[in-house]
């Protein structure tokens, strides 16, 4: 037998371990925060989100199941969407939810280049699709990122020119301000 064949088939099994044993991490720390809101800011600082400049923005991790968990972003008393969280066969699957809103759906898969604190979600063809027949085919070049670490829960979008990132402190869960 061929040594490249067998040192190929190797690295693919201990990789393939890895991305198992880093996606089992960071599930655990989610689903540590079932239940819990937090307060929340943002803290990038692209001109196209002035309106979270200051914001009254919070999260709360409203719904977990086996292998699915919700997370309401929210400013104020308005949703501003819900990203769902799925173990999926490929990994774990990013979903992002605007009720009432043709742009709705759209994620991806996490990437081996994850973690157990971070996993990144490429947009995925379906997400391409999309953002084509809506007419924002710069969104195709989206990369989300959910991190989770003792003190923190982190959310960003990144694309050639574009970036956009809050973070949440969870050290002091809040009540929720409005009944969701």
């Not at 880093?22 to 929340?40: I, S, V």
């Not at 050639?160 to 990132?165: A, G, L």
Request: a negative charge; hydrophobic letters at 40%; aromatic letters at 10%.
């Amino acid at each position: 037998m061929r040594l490249d064949i067998v040192f190929a088939v190797v690295s693919a099994i201990l990789l393939s371990g890895c991305i198992q044993s880093a996606e089992k991490e960071f599930w655990g720390r989610l689903e540590a925060l079932c239940g819990n809101a937090y307060d929340g800011q943002l803290v990038s600082n692209d001109p196209q989100d002035a309106e979270f400049v200051g914001a009254d923005l919070w999260m709360h991790v409203s719904e977990c199941e086996s292998d699915r968990i919700l997370v309401d972003f929210m400013n104020g008393e308005d949703a501003v969407g819900h990203w769902v969280i799925t173990q999926a066969g490929e990994g774990l699957e990013l979903r992002h939810i605007h009720e009432g809103d043709p742009l709705t759906g759209y994620g991806g898969f996490s990437t081996e280049n994850s973690s157990g604190s971070r996993m990144n979600f490429p947009a995925d063809e379906a997400t391409k699709a999309l953002f084509d027949r809506e007419e924002i085919p710069v969104s195709k070049q989206n990369i989300w990122a959910v991190e989770v670490r003792p003190t923190v829960f982190r959310y960003e979008m990144a694309r050639p020119n574009r970036f956009f990132q809050v973070e949440f402190n969870t050290t002091e869960p809040i009540s929720p301000p409005i009944a969701e």
